[in-house]
């Protein structure tokens, strides 16, 4: 059974930064694409930032400039750096991967962005 399984989320003040961490429970390159989505209360999960297995990015316009993903194949982990976040920022971040066909899902993690 495939995993994923997201850290780093919390409370931090506009202009901060975070670190998420998207563990795979199997090889991050097995997965044809992974990703970051976020849902804010009463909003539609949105596309933060996607990554091929040929390493190709793209991200949301909106966080463009701020956010980078990347990925660490010896830990089979996926990570979104955020920086100079802002209260919009605010929701539940998800990783997502696509393999074989099959979209997975993480739990999902709470980022928090207040003064």
């Known amino acids: 059974q495939v995993q994923l399984v997201e850290s780093g989320g919390g409370l931090v003040q506009p202009g901060g930064s975070l670190r998420l961490s998207c563990a795979a429970s199997?090889?991050?390159?097995?997965?044809?694409?992974m990703g970051w989505y976020r849902q804010a209360p009463g909003k539609e999960r949105e596309l933060v930032a996607r990554?091929?297995?040929?390493?190709?990015?793209n991200y949301a316009d909106s966080v463009k400039g701020r956010f980078t993903t990347s990925r660490d194949s010896a830990q089979n982990t996926m990570y979104l750096q955020m920086n100079s976040l802002k209260p919009e920022d605010t929701a539940v971040y998800y990783c997502?991967?696509?393999?074989?066909?099959?979209?997975?899902w993480g739990q999902g993690t709470q980022v928090s962005v207040s003064s």
């Open positions: 997502h991967g696509v393999r074989f066909l099959v979209n997975y």
């Open positions: 199997t090889s991050i390159f097995s997965f044809n694409t």
């Open positions: 990554v091929t297995s040929g390493g190709s990015t």
